[in-house]
């Protein structure tokens, strides 16, 4: 037995030697001149080479894993490869700028095949490349054309590979990328600048480009005044993926004003960083995102965005109907923002006006941030963005939003009427919010009558809130109850309802009760109804009937209202426990309004900190609050004309920590007659 243990023992230390010795082969590294290796050291001990007269003496890294030495001599010129096989001997090092014929004439006659540094064509010389007799093969470095007056890439035809970034800034292209038919690979980004007027407005497709296979970092198209013949992405069939982000941006009219697809992406399957596609006045002709029907994942965010300016008369990505193009997209990692502007004083300018729905994101599931929809127009000439948006439809199988899901509109958003198409979301894990920013002034989610379509949704991780800051908007005037969030059994902080309207128009004014929450269970954070010349039919809390805890404070906020009929507790049966402050504020309402008692709050036991109530001027009891086990801070009563008896809240004195105070009441003891047998006249 004991020579089968050492046998066993044998084989696993010379398995454990055999591993070692694998693991510690170290990779040598070579530095080559001229094609010769002439010194080699371990990968490991590059940082400690003992520079001689040979070699040199300052270190440049590319992602090629191609480290280039450049002495202090300019004779010495040097690199350090993987392997001695790389010691092109038909390779320039250094950076090489074209500008002449004679330039290009010198390159190709010294039979370079390769380029260990950036190159760079510029100047009002050259229009084509074909001194080059297409020798070149690949390019350490960047690739930089900025020649004026070139036409073509003709003399490139054998360029495979750039290792980093491919940048076309200027230039008189008769139509395509003819000459870079050989361009398998980018390493960084790929780069189109037509930042000046009318630059690069002959080029009409990406033809030429057909054996472009990856682009390791952003694949950008910047426009400005210009490019507005092209009008597809025909010629990146093999393109399969961008390890960075695809951003298109037309910053002024005209811009890509002739693009009216993403055909010729049909083989692009993913995208690493953000998708952003940005125009202000400019991209009227493109309708939809056909082309990227492979595109599956998006590792970064989904950025639309659409803006006119005060000193362009023009519309921005106004032919867009839908996201059709996007059938086999299934994630975004980061957020989906929309983002609509028309603020033009002339009301004939739209952005994204003829957005009906989100057909063509049928397969998407999840959103790891935030879902966020913004449309503002201008006051004197409303309902200019967005304003044929009408459902969620096409984000059928979307589940989950890691974020924020965020609606903001001001003067638009007018046709939105439900939430159908979100009918698979079950959980938020951020916020909730709607929202109609400060000096919005006409109407805005005028037909948005429920919250129909969100019936799969359980939990919200952060706030639900609907917030107006509105002058004379009549706005969120269809909703009447919160009908479609039935499922929705918890949010993580606040519920708040925040309702300002300056003029007295209203906002809000035909919600009459919180129907649609009954399986509503927990708030853990505030619970918050505040208005201003609003919420004038809210009559009670009906529909709250699970609601058991609230974790933080319970507020009540109501002034300058003729009429508010809010007037019962009515909903509140089942609520146990506040963990922060129980306020009412009534004070600045109309006289004859709110709550006449506490009806409805039987079960609560426990507020954990003040109780605060004031301007309640119909209160003639607060016998439901006698049921109260916690220890109270302070109690502040105020303002309550009708109030005589306060004997429930005995009980609640006697352990109070804090202070008491009554004023303005129809009878105002003190904390010594109340501890005294006088809580009552």
């Not at 404070?553 to 109501?558: C, M, P, R, S």
Request: some cysteine; glycine content about 10%; proline content about 1%.
């Amino acid at each position: 037995m004991k020579s089968i243990y050492k046998i066993s023992f044998s084989l696993f230390f010379f398995f454990l030697f055999l591993i070692g010795k694998i693991y510690s082969q170290e990779e040598t590294m070579y530095v080559c001149k001229m094609g010769t290796v002439i010194y080699q050291a371990n990968i490991k001990d590059i940082d400690s080479i003992k520079f001689s007269d040979n070699l040199p003496r300052s270190i440049k890294v590319y992602k090629s894993n191609v480290i280039i030495f450049e002495s202090l001599l300019t004779e010495f010129e040097s690199v350090l490869f993987h392997n001695s096989d790389e010691c092109h001997p038909l390779s320039y090092y250094g950076d090489i700028t074209f500008s002449t014929e004679s330039q290009l004439l010198d390159f190709k006659n010294a039979g370079y095949q390769y380029v260990c540094g950036d190159v760079i064509v510029s100047g009002d010389e050259l229009k084509t490349l074909t001194l080059l007799d297409n020798q070149l093969k690949e390019i350490y470095g960047n690739l930089t054309l900025k020649a004026k007056n070139l036409t073509t890439f003709d003399g490139l035809y054998g360029l495979e590979k750039v290792t980093r970034n491919f940048t076309l800034s200027s230039g008189n292209l008769t139509a395509n990328f003819e000459g870079l038919n050989s361009l398998a690979s980018v390493g960084e980004n790929f780069v189109i600048n037509a930042n000046s007027p009318y630059s690069l407005n002959a080029l009409t497709s990406f033809s030429g480009l057909e054996n472009l296979q990856s682009v390791g970092g952003n694949f950008e198209i910047n426009a400005s005044n210009a490019l507005n013949a092209l009008t597809s992405f025909s010629g990146l069939n093999s393109l399969q993926s961008i390890g960075g982000n695809f951003e298109i941006t037309a910053a002024s009219h005209p811009s890509l004003n002739s693009l009216t697809s993403f055909t010729g992406l049909e083989k692009l399957e993913t995208i690493e960083g953000n998708f952003n596609l940005s125009a202000t006045t400019s991209l009227n002709s493109l309708t939809s995102f056909s082309g990227l029907n492979n595109l599956k994942s998006i590792g970064g965010n989904f950025f639309i965005t659409a803006n006119t300016t005060s000193s362009q008369n023009w519309n921005s990505l106004n032919a867009l109907i839908s996201f059709a193009g996007f059938e086999k997209l299934e994630t975004i990692g980061g957020n989906l923002e929309i983002k609509a502007s028309a603020n033009h004083q002339n009301g004939s300018y739209k952005c994204l006006n003829t957005l009906t729905s989100f057909s063509g994101f049928n397969s998407l599931q999840s959103i790891g941030g935030n879902f966020e929809i913004n449309a503002s127009s201008n006051s004197s000439n409303p309902s200019n963005s967005l304003n044929s948006l009408s459902s969620f439809s096409g984000l059928n199988s979307l589940n989950s939003i890691g974020g924020n899901f965020e609606i903001t509109a001001s003067n638009s958003l007018n046709a939105l009427s439900s939430f159908s198409g979100l009918n698979s979301l079950n959980s938020i894990g951020k916020n909730f919010n709607i929202t109609i920013p400060l000096f919005s002034s006409k109407a805005t989610f005028s037909s948005l009558s429920s919250f129909s379509g969100l019936n799969s949704l359980k939990t919200i991780g952060g706030n639900f809130k609907i917030s107006t800051y509105s002058s004379n908007s009549n706005s969120l005037n269809a909703l009447v109850s919160f009908s479609g969030l039935n499922n929705l059994k918890s949010i993580g902080k606040n519920f708040e309802v925040l309702v300002y309207d300056n003029s007295g128009g209203g906002a809000l004014n035909f919600l009459t009760s919180f129907s649609g929450l009954e399986n509503l269970e927990d708030v853990n954070g505030d619970f918050r109804i505040s208005s201003y010349r609003s919420l004038e039919a809210l009559s009670s809390f009906s529909g709250l009937n699970s609601l058991k805890k609230i974790g933080g404070n319970f507020e009540i906020d109501i002034s300058a209202n003729n009429y508010y009929t809010l007037s019962s507790f009515s909903g509140l049966g089942n609520l146990k426990t506040i963990g922060g402050n129980f306020e009412i504020d009534f004070s600045g309402a109309w006289m004859y309004s709110g709550f006449a008692s506490f009806s409805g709050l039987e079960q609560l036991k426990i507020i954990g900190k003040n109780i605060g109530i004031k301007g309640l001027n119909l209160l003639t009891s607060i016998i439901e609050l006698e049921n109260l086990s916690s220890v109270i801070h302070n109690i502040s009563i105020t303002d309550c004309l009708q109030l005589t008896d306060f004997c429930p809240l005995v009980p609640t004195v006697e352990k109070m920590t804090g202070t008491w105070y009554v004023n303005g009441c129809g009878y105002n003891p003190t904390k010594y007659q109340m501890l005294n047998g006088a809580c009552q006249p």
